[in-house]
């Protein structure tokens, strides 16, 4: 890539549900633009590129090089990334890629090692962390408005894990092996880390309620920071939430000098003091997404580190993984099992 492009121009697979979210983000991004699209389904290709006024195209490889963008954004399945992160890799594209990283640690760890071999640039698209509410309360921490935390809770509610046919918005939820932590839980073990430091060890449980699914749909987990709070972190998708809203879950954040919480609405509470209201911000869930992408365009014309590059976000992986692993085995699970090599984020 040019040092300091005019505009950075970029290519999108696929084009389905969080496709057109992305898209949508990426209208409002400063710097940087979608220029074309891929999608098996030609059809859905060609209406995605209508709106959202790129060009359309059924197969990948063809894009890429008919193309030449300097960035590809994964928005497909886990199983396909590390294939997609190599054809990238050969054509020197910097990734921004979905998560879940991948479908197994060994595939994650892989997809690292090929972004660190090609010299490119790999960034896992995790928009949760970017969500203003979280960033508001992570100033008021840096800013010792409670002082050190000592304990948090994170709560996640939905009502769309009943019946037959659930999650509308996502059906191949329901065939996936692995999927409250893989899919949804991960944001908060992610967030956690970006609030409270590091993770030291996990304690979990699992559950399958709904048996027209193939994974687990609840779970609960006590987690350990290595210089932080202990926390709980439980989710299922079958009952509704106390508040409806972007934020998709409550949470509250506790010390000897005093409470920050948070509601489904996003809103932020210091005490009883309302201190963010995301009242009036446009685009999914607090425009997360956008400033996501914003972040990716910014490091790639900088050259600053992405803060959820690839190596980096192992560590959130790994600490899926152990929530895994303790509720197969009904033990603590320490962040040690896992070797994460310490590299540049690409």
């Not at 300091?4 to 400063?30: E, H, K, M, S």
């Not at 940087?32 to 060009?55: H, K, M, N, P, T």
């Not at 000098?257 to 003091?273: H, K, M, N, T």
Request: proline share 5%; charged share 25%.
């Amino acid at each position: 890539m040019p040092p300091n492009p005019p505009l950075l121009l970029g290519c999108l697979a696929v084009c389905g549900y969080f496709g057109r979210i992305q898209l949508d983000g990426w209208r409002r991004v400063t710097g940087a633009r979608i220029q074309a699209v891929c999608d098996l389904d030609g059809e859905r290709a060609a209406s995605c590129a209508a709106e959202f006024g790129a060009r359309p195209y059924a197969e990948l490889a063809r894009m890429l090089d008919a193309e030449q963008p300097h960035f590809l954004d994964i928005v497909t399945r886990p199983a396909t990334h590390l294939s997609l992160v190599r054809l990238a890799a050969e054509r020197k594209l910097a990734v921004l890629c979905q998560k879940p990283m991948a479908e197994t640690w060994d595939d994650a760890v892989e997809m690292a090692a090929v972004a660190r071999r090609a010299g490119i640039r790999l960034m896992m698209n995790e928009n949760w962390r970017w969500q203003p509410w979280y960033r508001r309360i992570r100033a008021l921490l840096a800013e010792g408005a409670i002082g050190q935390p000592i304990f948090y809770r994170f709560h996640h509610r939905r009502r769309d894990g009943l019946g037959e046919t659930p999650y509308s918005n996502q059906p191949y939820f329901r065939q996936m092996p692995r999927l409250i932590l893989f899919e949804t839980l991960v944001h908060f073990l992610d967030t956690a880390r970006f609030l409270f430091g590091e993770i030291e060890d996990i304690i979990c449980q699992t559950a399958r309620i709904n048996p027209a699914i193939a994974g687990e749909d609840l779970a609960v987990m006590q987690v350990r920071h290595s210089q932080g709070p202990r926390g709980v972190i439980d989710g299922h998708r079958f009952s509704e939430p106390d508040q409806e809203g972007a934020a998709m879950c409550d949470a509250r954040i506790e010390s000897v000098e005093g409470v920050i919480s948070l509601d489904g609405a996003g809103r932020a509470r210091l005490g009883g003091e309302c201190v963010f209201d995301p009242a009036g911000i446009p685009g999914y869930k607090g425009d997360s997404c956008r400033a996501t992408q914003q972040h990716f365009a910014d490091c790639l014309r900088s050259g600053e580190p992405f803060e959820t590059g690839a190596e980096e976000y192992l560590r959130t992986v790994a600490a899926v993984e152990a929530a895994y692993r303790s509720a197969r085995e009904n033990r603590l699970c320490r962040m040690s099992e896992w070797r994460i090599g310490a590299g540049r984020d690409g």
